[in-house]
Nanobody, 114 residues
Framework: QVQLVESGGGLVQPGGSLRLSCAAS????????MGWYRQAPGKQQELVAS???????NYADSVKGRFTISRDNAKKTVYLQMNSLKPEDTAVYYC????????WGQGTQVTVSS
């Protein structure tokens, strides 16, 4: 079965950077889109960034200019480079991959605090 494994989360000070990775394992034949959601306490789930099979990218207004999404189709992996992190970026980040179904990662905690 398809499983998405996330890594790269952690604790970072404001202004710092983190790089999240999400790798798919198992049988997945076609990937149409990949992306990242985040969920913070007291806030609604937010689509942070997405990338299509045509490499078209979209970002939430709150992260534009700071975050970059990329993909490696051969490795079945999606990345999220997060720069100039702010305390309001603190959340659990969930990756997803759209293939024959929509698959979700387990979530990784990102905490931005001094």
């Amino acid at each position: 079965q398809v499983q998405l494994v996330e890594s790269g989360g952690g604790l970072v000070q404001p202004g710092g950077s983190l790089r999240l990775s999400c790798a798919a394992s198992g049988s997945i034949f076609s990937i149409y889109a990949m992306g990242w959601y985040r969920q913070a306490p007291g806030k609604q789930q937010e689509l942070v960034a997405s990338i299509t099979n045509g490499d078209s990218t979209n970002y939430a207004d709150s992260v534009k200019g700071r975050f970059t999404i990329s993909r490696d189709n051969a490795k079945k992996t999606v990345y999220l480079q997060m720069n100039s992190l702010k305390p309001e970026d603190t959340a659990v980040y969930y990756c997803y991959i759209v293939g024959s179904s929509r698959y979700w990662g387990q979530g990784t905690q990102v905490t931005v605090s001094s």
